[in-house]
């Protein structure tokens, strides 16, 4: 039986976020899984609604929300790491992983759908 109901509010929001974040791991298939499915798409339904700005990827995502909160390198830290860390990622040289993608949304509030769309010009 999945317990499922619509996200109205940010509170339903961040409690189905953090629903999702403890089915990350179920396998496909398993009613964990199709609950993450589910819960995936309700999320990004409400996301799109809620979040529309269409920011061109993660990183500008970031930067917008550094240069609009008025936050340093320093700040983001315990989100993505050491500060050469952040500096790969804002300059394109390394990719978010699920852990740091998690802590930007959580920390920042950023959209998890703008922060897992391919970057637009990662360097390999």
Do not use: C
């Amino acid at each position: 039986m999945m317990d499922i109901r619509p996200i109205k509010n940010d509170a339903d929001y961040r409690a189905a976020l953090h629903e999702v974040e403890q089915l990350m791991l179920a396998q496909p298939d398993t009613p964990e899984g199709e609950k993450l499915d589910v819960m995936v798409t309700l999320i990004e339904a409400y996301e799109a609604k809620h979040f529309p700005m269409d920011l061109p990827d993660p990183v500008e995502a970031i930067k917008f929300e550094m240069e609009r909160k008025g936050l340093t390198v320093k700040d983001l830290e315990p989100m993505i790491g050491k500060s050469n860390r952040v500096y790969e990622i804002l300059n394109h040289k390394r990719s978010l992983t699920l852990k740091m993608i998690w802590r930007l949304h959580e920390g920042l509030g950023i959209p998890a759908e703008s922060l897992i769309k391919p970057p637009v010009n990662l360097s390999n």
